[in-house]
Nanobody, 122 residues
Framework: QVQLVESGGGSVQAGGSLRLSCAVS????????MGWFRQAPGKEREWVAY???????TYRDSVKGRFTISQDNAKNTLYLQMNSLKPEDTAMYYC????????????????WGQGTQVTVSS
């Protein structure tokens, strides 16, 4: 059974940092394209960062230079290091995985976690 379980969310002040984790079970994470998405109240879900082949990464413009996506294949875990957090980063964050990078990019991944809440106060 495939499972993605996020953790690491919380409440921080602007300028602070958090590291999200996504524990993968049921498949080897390195064999899938994986990513982080977020959804703020009243807004559509948006992609945050992707990782392909365990090393190729892509970030949305608003998080470039502040967020880093990485993958620990030995632990089968995906991470999102978030620094210099802003109030506009407040959202529920989800990890996702799919064998197809295209499906991942368009938000139609086969596998999703349950989400972890990130709240940034000014």
């Amino acid at each position: 059974q495939v499972q993605l379980v996020e953790s690491g969310g919380g409440s921080v002040q602007a300028g602070g940092s958090l590291r999200l984790s996504c524990a993968v079970s049921g498949f080897t994470g390195s064999s899938y394209s994986m990513g982080w998405f977020r959804q703020a109240p009243g807004k559509e879900r948006e992609w945050v960062a992707y990782i392909y082949g365990s090393s190729s990464t892509t970030y949305r413009d608003s998080v470039k230079g502040r967020f880093t996506i990485s993958q620990d294949n030995a632990k089968n875990t995906l991470y999102l290091q978030m620094n210099s957090l802003k109030p506009e980063d407040t959202a529920m964050y989800y990890c996702a995985a799919d064998v197809s990078p295209l499906q991942l990019r368009i938000g139609r991944s086969k596998y999703w976690g349950q989400g972890t809440q990130v709240t940034v106060s000014s």
